[in-house]
């Protein structure tokens, strides 16, 4: 039950988080076995950060919490979407409520396409 193919991308999976009432896709980010399980039990997102390498609860330093509405698993079971709540608003690091929120024009410039951010970065993180 519930068994995922770890084997790929060194021992993670591929995780979308998409808001489960409007579809908007929030962020991309990685599970490895531990957070896959935490996630499954607690049904609020938890991932693996690549460049912290360990756990990474969701709203552990912002509040921004994803609870988990829905699990979907891709076909070769290393890829999931969770469908969540996103509670506090942002699920973006810097501030916008999805990271998805640069657009690539045909003619290869940048826009930006969300109105505001949802919350300042630097109060809720400090400056880095």
């Known amino acids: 039950m519930n068994e995922m193919d770890f084997s790929k991308l060194d021992g993670l999976l591929t995780a979308i988080a998409q808001d489960y009432l409007s579809g908007e896709v929030l962020m991309v980010a990685f599970m ?7 996630t499954l039990k607690t049904r609020r997102a938890c991932y693996f950060s690549r460049s912290r390498q360990r756990l990474w609860r969701k709203g552990e330093e912002s509040g921004n919490v994803q609870l988990v509405k829905e699990i979907l698993v891709d076909c070769d079971r290393d890829a999931v979407v969770l469908k969540v709540e996103q509670l506090g608003g942002a699920a973006c690091h810097t501030g916008y409520n999805s990271c998805f929120y640069t657009r690539i024009n045909a003619d290869g410039s940048e826009e930006i396409i969300k109105d505001a951010k949802v919350f300042d970065p630097e109060k809720v993180y400090g400056q880095k």
Not at 32 to 38: F, Y
Request: without cysteine.
């Open 32 to 38: 490895n076995q531990e957070a896959w399980e935490e």
